[in-house]
Structure formats: structure tokens, C-alpha cells
T-cell receptor, first 115, second 113 residues
Framework: DGGITQSPKYLFRKEGQNVTLSCEQN?????MYWYRQDPGQGLRLIYY???????QKGDIAEGYSVSREKKESFPLTVTSAQKNPTAFYLC??????????????FGDGTRLSIL | AQKITQTQPGMFVQEKEAVTLDCTYD???????LFWYKQPSSGEMIFLIY??????QNATEGRYSLNFQKARKSANLVISASQLGDSAMYFC??????????FGTGTSLTVIP
């Protein structure tokens, strides 16, 4: 079955440490996204990518970095510059462009906590 | 500016009753899609229903229907015959032309036995 796989499900970060969240999709989607969700809150866009080797900052990109070397993969690195990284992180993908009827498909998320 | 507003932080409904979750949107794009997602406590986002800006009829998917009022810029989700498993967060989202999606802050629905 096609879908989006996020790993790990739970992640713990020490102070001053960078951590990388994995996101892999086999839906053949060009567009991929990273969202942050804080308890009881909506989704805030961190980064998105429309095509391989291209990505744009979202609303809260500071302290995060991404790469898009393969169509299937869009890893997110939470750097030590992100002072409040504890949150639930969701990766999504979609068919790009003017196809407004195409929804985003989501992974199951990664819960990141500070040790 | 693109914006989605959900004004109900929390809602309660009796099992087997219907409930309406509100969503209003703002966009200057003439063409856009509207989506509803369900997020159970486990965290995954489940796509429920879609409505296109040019669709003449309201969308329906099983017990879910979308009350689309274009002039009022509203896209309310109606869940009929509520079940205990419907207890979750519900998010309204909009996709104007392009790749970005815009989400509301969500409504927490609790179904009471």
C-alpha cells in the first residue's frame, strides 16, 4: 500500500543536539511538507518542497533545516537553534500544482521531547 | 491573504445525534479546494471530505457532509448519527491554486454515550 512513513515515532533530544526526523513516501508525489503541532493547536508549516532539490520556508522555519535529494524523501533536522522543539511533527505529501481537489496525505507523526 | 477560521474550540454531542462543525475561509483565489481532516488522539490525520469552489452540490461521504455556502465563505462539516469513535480533533483546510494548504486551529469533538 502507498503511504508516508515517519520515523521514529518518539524522539528525545538533549540540549545542544541536532536531531533528524525521517519522512519517506511511495505515493509518487512531488510536493512534500513538514508541519509542527503543539498541544491543542493547529498545524504550522515549517518547510515545503515542490520538487527535488528545491524547498521553501514556511511560517516557522527558524531552527529547522531540510533537504530534498530524492523524490521519496524529505528529512527534517531540528537544530540546537530551535529552543523549544517539544512538539508533534507531521510530514505530508500531495500532488502539486493546480489540482485543488487533491488532499494532503499525512504520516503518523513523530513526537519530539527535550531530555 | 489566505485564512481558515474555526471558532469552536470544543464541541459535545450525544451519541446518535448530528453535529455541525463550523469553518469559514478567506481567499482571493477564484479556484480553491476545501478539506476536512480528523485527528484522533493517536495523532494521524485522516482525510474525510473535499469540496471544490466550483462544485454546485454539497459533498457527502457516508455520515459526513459538507454544508458549502460560497457567498458566506463557509464550509461546515456535518456528522450525522455520531458514534463514540468520532471523538477527535477536526481540522478544516483550504488549498488555493498552488501547493500550500492552510489549516484552521481545529475543533475538539467529544461524543457522549
Amino acid at each position: 500500500d502507498g503511504g508516508i512513513t515517519q520515523s521514529p515515532k518518539y524522539l528525545f533530544r538533549k540540549e545542544g543536539q541536532n536531531v533528524t526526523l525521517s519522512c519517506e513516501q511511495n505515493l509518487n508525489h512531488d510536493a512534500m511538507y513538514w508541519y509542527r503541532q503543539d498541544p491543542g493547536q493547529g498545524l504550522r508549516l515549517i518547510y515545503y518542497s515542490q520538487i527535488v532539490n528545491d524547498f521553501q520556508k514556511g511560517d516557522i522555519a527558524e531552527g529547522y533545516s531540510v533537504s530534498r535529494e530524492k523524490k521519496e524523501s524529505f528529512p527534517l533536522t531540528v537544530t540546537s537553534a530551535q529552543k523549544n522543539p517539544t512538539a508533534f511533527y507531521l510530514c505530508a505529501s500531495s500532488i502539486p500544482g493546480g489540482l485543488i481537489n487533491q488532499p494532503q496525505h499525512f504520516g503518523d507523526g513523530t513526537r519530539l521531547s527535550i531530555l | 491573504a489566505q485564512k481558515i477560521t474555526q471558532t469552536q474550540p470544543g464541541m459535545f454531542v450525544q451519541e446518535k445525534e448530528a453535529v455541525t462543525l463550523d469553518c469559514t475561509y478567506d481567499t482571493s483565489d477564484p479556484s480553491y479546494g476545501l478539506f476536512w481532516y480528523k485527528q484522533p488522539s493517536s495523532g494521524e490525520m485522516i482525510f474525510l471530505i473535499y469540496q471544490g469552489s466550483y462544485d454546485q452540490q454539497n459533498a457527502t461521504e457516508g455520515r459526513y457532509s459538507l454544508n458549502f455556502q460560497k457567498a458566506r465563505k463557509s464550509a461546515n462539516l456535518v456528522i450525522s448519527a455520531s458514534q463514540l469513535g468520532d471523538s477527535a480533533m477536526y481540522f478544516c483546510a483550504m488549498r488555493p491554486t498552488g501547493n500550500q494548504f492552510y489549516f484552521g486551529t481545529g475543533t475538539s469533538l467529544t461524543v457522549i454515550p
